[in-house]
């Protein structure tokens, strides 16, 4: 069975039982089926500091909607996702993305970043996040091309559409498609984490050497001298699984790196994707800020610096493409021959979430012209619907939005009234089930993709916390 078979909601789901084992569909939450928070006899990691955030925060929004999404979406990670424990003496964290039980570091690494905040007064959440720290690294020193990884270092995949994939696949992998930004959320992790707490003690000699392998990944996959050593093909239904020859399409030499698949687990169509080697530069800078502190070194922070400079560099001599009116706009992914493709994917990294990164500022006149064209018919996989209006993604079908594409599309807007009509969308998409979900039909609420999906629950509860600090007029 494919992934995609795997995330359908609602009927589809019915129809796939009926035809195959149920054994094949993995269990989903019952409580969050049921539209409600957990007990908190069932919680799977209990924060005192969280639940006073959840208390605060449902009294100050005077919508009982936003309300109730809050206290169930804000601690959704935290009360089904997460199973800790020690290795080798020290935290370790297993973070699942919900309905699937792998660890992906991209996932894993949002799901927790609105908690971050918190952790300077809450022992708990500083274990959490010292677990996670440390178990990303051990995972990244399995294989940097993975994009997500086993609870069991020494087990083989158990996800059915991985077992026969053409790939060096090694113990504690779970699947193995290179995602540049599934080295760039670890990094982006840390340093929120050291920022937040000043707490250095999850930076040892392993994470250490994690840092050095996803800089080496970096150059490596920026083929100045041949392919490198990731290939990866799949025997599937949807081309976007695999990659053409098994290194991805052509491409000329630019300084940018190659990505073989999106953050949708899709493939590229070009290998240089922008919004990937954006995060890159951003996260190798924030690599290179925390450096010295964590005992990597001078050395090395000159190094990440360069890194991303040359990265940069790369993405505005051969990143861009020209919007109706003939002016600049970021390309989603270009091949360094002259060939682009625009499009937009919900999944983040994004064009349309370059400065929630930190790549951009939102009034970036660069950016402004890039996310009018997303939103825009100029984007394949925009869609104006009569429940609906955002971004979706081909990995989820046609004519579906994707919650986490209006959150970014919110905490992108310089403008209330726009601010105000995603919060009023994120209602009507969640308003059937009491959560977030991957995608939702843009003509009807009840079609969607994932009942548990803890990314998008975390999102949002980052999102109205963020407008609660910097625009709490807009939820008065």
Known sequence: MQ????????????????????????????IVADGVRPPAGVRKFKSAAVEAVIKKTTKALKDPELARLFTNCYPNTLDTTVETGVVDGKPDSFVITGDIKALWLRDSSAQVSPYLPLSINDKPLRTLYQGLIQRQARCILIDPYANAYMHDPKAMTDLSWSQTDQTDMKPGVAERKWEIDSLCYPIRLAHGYLVATKDVSPFDDTWRAAMRTIVQTFRDQQRKEGDGPYKFNRTASEPTETLAHGYGWPTRVTGMI????????????????????????????????????????????????ALAAEVETAMHAHGKMKDAEGNDIWAYEVDGYGNALFMDDANVPSLLSLPYLGFCAKDDPLYVRTRA????ARNPYYYAGKVLKGVGSPHSGLNTVWPIALMMQALTSTDDAEIKACLAELKAAAAPRGFMNESVGKDD???????WFAWANSLFGELILTLLAEKPALLS
Request: aromatic content about 8%; some cysteine.
């Open 3 to 30: 992934r995609r078979q795997l995330i359908l909601g609602g009927a589809a789901i019915a129809a796939l039982a009926a035809s195959r084992a149920l054994a094949d569909i993995p269990t989903m939450s019952p």
């Open 445 to 451: 609420a009840a079609i969607f993709t994932r009942s």
């Open 373 to 376: 064209a997303v939103l825009s």
């Open 258 to 305: 190659h990505s073989g698949f999106r953050p949708s687990d899709d493939a590229c169509t070009y290998p240089y994707f922008i919004p990937g080697n954006a995060f890159a530069v951003v996260s190798l800078r924030q690599l290179a800020d925390i450096s010295e502190m964590t005992g990597l070194g001078a050395a090395f922070k000159a190094d990440c610096l």
